[in-house]
């Protein structure tokens, strides 16, 4: 089992940052690929970023390429979603996402392990 535990999110002004943080504590964290999804009201959840094992590969959604970074610190078990430029349309709950293939993470499909989600609130 691995859990997942976010934090960071918060009320931000359009055009603000956050950086989100997520937890990761069970077996090894360096085997699993992570992803950041988001879903906001009356909406489907939607995959945001990812990151390989290794951080060597990173993927975006092209809604926030440019704007997000996603990197990890496996010595800390930890990893982030810096947001910068923050829209009101990024405002949703973003969960953290734990699954060894890649392309699971990134299509968002029987994924292994999710979080339980931080409100991320970007007013105009």
């Known amino acids: 089992q691995v859990q997942l535990v976010e934090s960071g999110g918060g009320l931000v002004q359009a055009g603000g940052s956050l950086r989100l943080s997520c937890a990761a504590s069970g077996r090894t964290f360096s085997n699993y690929a992570m992803g950041w999804f988001r879903q906001a009201p009356g909406k489907e959840r939607e995959f945001v970023a990812g990151i390989s094992w290794r951080g060597g590969s990173t993927y975006y959604a092209d809604s926030v390429k440019g704007r997000f970074t996603i990197s990890r610190d496996n010595a800390k078990n930890t990893v982030y979603l810096q947001m910068n430029s923050l829209k009101p349309e990024d405002t949703a709950v973003y969960y953290c996402?734990?699954?060894?293939?890649?392309?699971?993470?990134?299509?968002?499909?029987?994924?292994?392990?999710w979080g339980q989600g931080t409100q991320v609130t970007v007013s105009s």
């Open positions: 996402a734990a699954d060894h293939i890649m392309k699971s993470v990134v299509a968002g499909t029987q994924i292994a392990y």
